[in-house]
């Protein structure tokens, strides 16, 4: 349990949520369910997650798919090497 010294807004919620999963070293990915009352600023500081989430997963994939593509070229410009 931690103390909240500013108005409880979603973003605010959001942010303590994510500095402390950080400190636990659990990623976004990790968390597959959370329970809340339906208060606005936590309805608010689990869509902001969501899109947090969202993001980095759109950000991993793309990460992943311009490794595959450097590879690709790799051996594509090698092939042509031993003509």
Not at 46 to 67: G, P, R, V
Request: charged share 35%; glycine share 4%; proline share 0%.
């Amino acid at each position: 349990m931690i103390q909240l010294f500013q108005s409880h807004t979603g973003q605010y919620i959001k942010n303590k949520i994510v500095e402390i999963i950080r400190e636990y070293d659990i990623e976004l990915d990790q968390i597959f369910s959370i329970t809340s009352d339906n208060g606005r600023n936590m309805v608010k500081a689990i869509e902001l997650l969501n899109d947090d989430a969202t993001e980095d997963s759109i950000h991993d994939e793309n990460k992943d798919e311009e490794t595959y593509l450097d590879g690709e070229r790799e051996a594509d410009s090698n092939s042509g090497c031993n003509d």
